[in-house]
């Protein structure tokens, strides 16, 4: 019985070790039977790889911004024109309408993606960068939010006259390739003296000025440099606003639009025509426009002594 019972124990030694030696064993590669097939296999197999590194190399940005990078942006003087950023009062009734127009763009990022807004309208005069820099510092007001500011009118810039700053460099020389993504980025200095609220606001906010558009602007719009850009501060801001030039002067809007996440055409009061704002929101077709902004309204339906009983009564 002995002996029986060793063999059995020298058999199953064997199975077992029968089977490891087959799960352990690395599986042939497949070999086609036509030689040129074959070949072919091997051929793709090593496009695939080289597609896919040249995918992950035009998908990464010329220098990706690390963390920490909010420290290295250029601290310059600001002096913020009071009178044209009413988003910056403590309260009132302009103040409420910015917080309403803020309320509505965050309700419909609960819908969908949403980060990057450009701003436009049809025609010049109608208050797109008043809008722009107004929603900015709204946006940057809600739980300390970091905003980027981007003037992409480099055509007639005039972001830095509302926030009193240096107009370059700015974002023409970053999409013409003469400077890079830092080096056209500014935040406010220590603001000494200043309202400590409206300092701190400020402090929220990144501008990238228009700066020295040229007469190159057209090309330099359809740059994937722009797009770039984005892609490459997206993580460190929890929104950026793009003022843009008018949509039905230039191509540059649309061009800039194809970008963005997310469109918001502006319409002055008694002065822009139904024709023109149609027109306006025709041309952005092709983009994701979410709403107008009518702009220099004489009677806010907030105003006079209700909103002040409102204000009272709220907690």
Not at 144 to 151: A, H, Y
Not at 182 to 205: F, K, W
Request: glycine letters at 6%; proline letters at 7%.
């Amino acid at each position: 019985m002995s002996h029986i019972y060793e063999a059995l124990q020298r058999a199953e030694a064997e199975r077992i070790a029968g089977l490891e030696a087959l799960v352990t064993a690395p599986l042939p590669e497949y070999e086609p039977e036509h030689p040129s097939l074959a070949s072919s296999l091997a051929a793709h197999r090593l496009q695939g790889a080289e597609l896919g590194a040249a995918a992950v190399a035009e998908a990464t940005p010329e220098k990706l911004l690390t963390p920490g990078f909010f420290d290295r942006v250029a601290r310059r003087p600001w002096n913020p024109m009071l009178e044209q950023l009413p988003a910056l009062e403590r309260g009132g009734v302009s103040v409420e309408q910015f917080r309403s127009l803020r309320a509505r763009v965050q309700e419909l990022r609960d819908l969908k993606p949403l980060k990057s807004v450009l701003v436009s309208s049809g025609l010049p005069k109608e208050g797109k960068s008043f809008i722009s820099v107004n929603l900015a510092i709204n946006l940057a007001r809600h739980k300390n939010s970091k905003v980027l500011l981007i003037d992409g009118d480099m055509r007639c810039s005039s972001l830095h006259r509302y926030l009193g700053c240096e107009v370059h460099p700015g974002l023409s020389e970053y999409l013409a390739g003469k400077a890079e993504i830092l080096e056209v980025m500014q935040a406010p200095e220590e603001m000494t003296g200043r309202d400590p609220m409206m300092a701190s606001v400020l402090e929220n906010i990144t501008l990238i000025p228009g700066g020295d558009g040229g007469d190159t602007v057209a090309d330099l719009t359809t740059s994937k440099r722009f797009e770039e850009l984005l892609t490459a501060v997206s993580p460190y801001f929890e929104w950026i606003v793009i003022d843009s030039p008018p949509v039905l002067l230039v191509s540059d809007a649309v061009n800039l639009a194809r970008s963005s996440d997310a469109v918001l055409l502006v319409a002055r009061s008694g002065v822009t025509t139904f024709p023109v704002a149609q027109r306006a929101q025709n041309e952005l077709k092709a983009a994701n426009v979410i709403g107008f902004v009518l702009n220099a309204v004489d009677k806010p339906p907030m105003s006079g002594n209700y909103y002040y009983r409102y204000q009272k009564t709220a907690v």
